[in-house]
């Protein structure tokens, strides 16, 4: 049997390749961006990485402003939770 190799993705603020199931998804929808748990919200994504001191180096950075060529609001208080253990939503 043959062992599948986990994917690989970009972090939009490190730019380090890491496995798929140790970043953040954001999608960008008609509500707003949104944290995509499950990894299967359609839209345009980017992945992060699960650090409080990414989330603080996106936020100086304007990063996902950038990357999503828009106000992205509230996302950064989500992200901080979220690493928090408070906000699976």
Not at 8 to 32: F, H, Y
Not at 47 to 74: H, M, Q, W
């Amino acid at each position: 049997m043959q062992n599948k190799q986990e994917p690989l993705r970009m972090c939009c603020v490190t730019r380090e390749m890491l496995p798929k199931s140790s970043l953040i998804r954001l999608v960008k929808t008609a509500d707003g961006i949104k944290i995509d748990n499950f990894k299967k919200i359609s839209g345009r994504g980017v992945y992060i990485t699960n650090s409080l001191d990414v989330f603080v180096t996106a936020r100086k950075r304007k990063v996902l402003e950038r990357v999503f060529k828009c106000d992205v609001g509230s996302i950064y208080e989500k992200l901080e939770e979220y690493a928090n253990g408070n906000g699976n939503r």
